[in-house]
């Protein structure tokens, strides 16, 4: 494949670039809000992605009779890289995850109701796969759906765990147990409204200083016609759905971001009277951790360009990608840690920290990305699988 950008994608980079100039609003953008930084959950983040709907830039590659543009993924990871980059909320949850899933699986009616609203970034989701006794096993969860004949629809029982966006969203994406015999072929998708009564959301805060959710049903009914795809086949859609999650929701551009600060770091301060960037050992890791972000984005186009080709997402390569680079995040934040001293523990926007304390914040964020998505041993065993042809017990 090419790794380099042709003239027409060159040119769509720099338009970018000079719109998030003209909107650059620290309301919007904070890059030391790590990954959380993409999430739309405030009306400044939301009037800033109305913004994105009126450039046409939500949903450029789905397709043309459903309000797309039938646009390469390229151009899709080039906006959200620029958006990952300045610490900006980002399009993966909506157009990516429930909007592509949809356009594939959905009924006409979720069709007709939801994808416009995405286009329009007038709806936000919030995903629940994730139970106290199912976390990354997605395929266990239990959250019980009981189909009523005569009300025509299923009554939802149970709990959900880890659901970032639930305190905010306005819909829930979310997997329920419909056959309890059959564990990868007994799962539903539903969307469900997040007033609905039978729902309470129960902040969780996190070492990252953001905010998960537990969200707990109480005979909550779903009607038939918001079933996603059809019932039973669930961990089907939330397995593709995951392949796009690994990737959208996790960019490579905060880690440039975050290397780039640390290198201004040693560029400028000394260790015992003596320039950090002459110390050898600081030397090697830098270079280690620039080569390991090389190999990270490369890892990223490779994505982009296999999901180019078939119909559904590249499962390999989304987590070698997943894997990588947020084991890398992670390595970064342990080197900054330790390249900036003592001192790197110091609080983030702390002026006269190193690096204004994003060592610290980072230290402390990057253990979530880590997990979400699928926590590195379920890549592992994806990868052995699925990539590997290994059997499932070796």
Request: hydrophobic fraction near 35%; glycine fraction near 10%; avoid cysteine.
């Amino acid at each position: 494949m090419n790794f380099e950008f042709d003239t027409e994608q060159q040119a769509f980079l720099k338009e970018v670039v000079a719109f998030l100039d003209d909107n650059d609003d620290p309301e919007v953008f904070d890059v030391t809000r790590e990954n959380m930084a993409q999430i739309v959950d405030t009306p400044e983040r939301r009037g800033f992605m109305k913004k994105l709907s009126e450039k046409g830039w939500l949903g450029m590659t789905w397709p043309r009779e459903l309000g797309g543009q039938d646009g390469e993924g390229v151009y899709e990871y080039l906006l959200n890289e620029q958006l990952a980059y300045r610490g900006g909320p980002q399009i993966g949850k909506g157009v990516g995850i429930i909007g592509k899933t949809l356009i594939r699986h959905g009924n006409e009616k979720l069709k007709a109701e939801f994808l416009p609203k995405i286009l329009n970034a007038e709806v936000e989701f919030a995903v629940g796969y994730s139970e106290p006794q199912a976390g990354s096993d997605a395929a266990n969860m239990q959250l019980k759906a009981e189909h009523d004949e005569d009300r025509g629809g299923w009554v939802l029982n149970g709990a959900k765990i880890w659901t970032t966006s639930a305190h905010f969203a306005d819909w829930y994406w979310v997997g329920a147990r419909t056959d309890p015999d059959n564990k990868h072929r007994g799962i539903t998708l539903f969307l469900v409204p997040m007033d609905h009564p039978g729902l309470e959301v129960q902040g969780i805060p996190t070492i990252g200083d953001e905010i998960t959710n537990s969200v707990f049903f109480e005979d909550v009914f779903v009607p038939d016609d918001y079933v996603v795809g059809e019932v039973n086949k669930g961990f089907q859609y939330i397995s593709e759905a995951l392949d796009l999650e690994r990737f959208t929701m996790f960019t490579y551009s905060p880690i440039q971001q975050r290397m780039e600060v640390l290198i201004d770091h040693v560029k400028s301060e000394t260790k015992d009277g003596q320039p950090l960037k002459d110390d050898p050992i600081v030397r090697s890791k830098v270079a280690q951790l620039v080569t390991e972000g090389e190999v990270a984005r490369v890892l990223g186009l490779r994505f982009v360009s296999k999901a180019g080709v078939g119909d559904k997402p590249p499962t390999a390569e989304a987590s070698m990608y997943k894997l990588f680079a947020t084991t890398l995040s992670k390595k970064l934040a342990n080197w900054s840690m330790d390249i900036g001293g003592p001192g790197a523990q110091l609080r983030v926007k702390t002026e006269d920290a190193p690096m204004a304390g994003r060592a610290e914040s980072t230290y402390r964020y990057t253990v979530i990305d880590t997990i979400g998505g699928g926590a590195s041993e379920i890549q592992k065993n994806i990868l052995a699988r699925r990539h590997l042809g290994l059997p499932k017990n070796f």
